[in-house]
């Protein structure tokens, strides 16, 4: 959503002025994470450039929603998955994202669960993925910061560096900044793995 409208910058500048936006954006970013298919980042690149100095704060609340909704999202690949688990991915049309990431997974486990953290596909995926199959959770939440930390407080770096700018190049370069961020972390991860593997 571009700020282009008289209706929409005052929507922001009562949200951004509110004394319960931290709680809004929280809650919008555990949304995101688990149902919500539009990108937090339409609403908290116009709120970081809107306040620069608390843009590393609004980066840890929505980091923070996304750790809470993925921790759910755990638990309902874990304990639930005959039931709501079969249920979320079929609503969420998911299936062949599911499919597709459980070979990936069973290969590679936390460099599986880094990449799709910064690749623009379904993190609900690996959740689920990840919950079914037992992996440790405190590997899960710990690649969950890392990928998640890259991407909100990469845009509090930028939009301090940029400022408003940050959102026409989030517009116009988001997807293919993605691929290539998923693709550095994913080789660079690769290869830390086959480091250790001949050091071990």
Request: aromatic residues 12%; hydrophobic residues 55%; glycine residues 8%.
């Given at each position: 959503?571009?700020?282009?409208?008289?209706?929409?910058k005052?929507w922001?500048d009562?949200?951004?002025n509110?004394?319960?936006?931290?709680?809004f954006?929280?809650t919008?970013?555990?949304?995101e994470t688990?149902i919500i298919?539009?990108?937090?980042?339409?609403?908290?690149?116009?709120l970081?450039?809107?306040?620069?100095?608390?843009?590393?704060?609004?980066?840890?609340?929505?980091?923070s929603?996304?750790?809470?909704?993925?921790?759910?999202?755990?638990?309902?690949?874990?304990?639930?998955?005959?039931?709501?688990?079969?249920?979320?991915?079929?609503?969420?049309?998911?299936?062949?994202s599911?499919?597709?990431f459980q070979?990936f997974?069973?290969?590679?486990?936390?460099i599986?669960i880094?990449?799709l953290?910064?690749?623009?596909?379904?993190f609900?995926?690996a959740?689920?993925t990840?919950?079914?199959?037992?992996?440790?959770?405190?590997?899960?939440?710990?690649?969950?910061?890392?990928?998640r930390?890259i991407?909100?407080?990469g845009?509090?770096?930028?939009?301090?560096?940029?400022?408003?700018?940050?959102?026409?190049?989030?517009?116009?370069?988001?997807?293919?900044?993605?691929?290539i961020?998923?693709a550095?972390v994913?080789?660079?991860?690769?290869?830390?793995?086959?480091l250790a593997?001949?050091?071990?």
């Amino acid at each position: 959503m571009a700020l282009h409208s008289r209706r929409a910058k005052r929507w922001f500048d009562r949200i951004s002025n509110s004394r319960h936006m931290l709680w809004f954006l929280g809650t919008l970013s555990f949304l995101e994470t688990i149902i919500i298919p539009v990108p937090i980042e339409v609403i908290l690149i116009p709120l970081m450039a809107a306040d620069k100095a608390r843009s590393w704060i609004l980066a840890s609340v929505v980091l923070s929603g996304c750790l809470l909704a993925s921790l759910l999202g755990y638990g309902i690949g874990m304990v639930l998955f005959q039931s709501v688990g079969n249920w979320f991915i079929d609503t969420m049309n998911m299936q062949d994202s599911y499919d597709s990431f459980q070979t990936f997974f069973e290969n590679y486990g936390f460099i599986a669960i880094l990449t799709l953290g910064i690749l623009p596909i379904p993190f609900q995926v690996a959740m689920v993925t990840a919950g079914l199959s037992g992996y440790p959770i405190y590997l899960f939440v710990l690649a969950t910061l890392i990928s998640r930390g890259i991407r909100y407080f990469g845009l509090a770096w930028l939009v301090n560096h940029f400022g408003s700018r940050v959102e026409d190049m989030w517009q116009r370069h988001a997807l293919r900044t993605s691929l290539i961020g998923g693709a550095i972390v994913l080789v660079f991860s690769l290869a830390m793995q086959a480091l250790a593997g001949m050091v071990m």
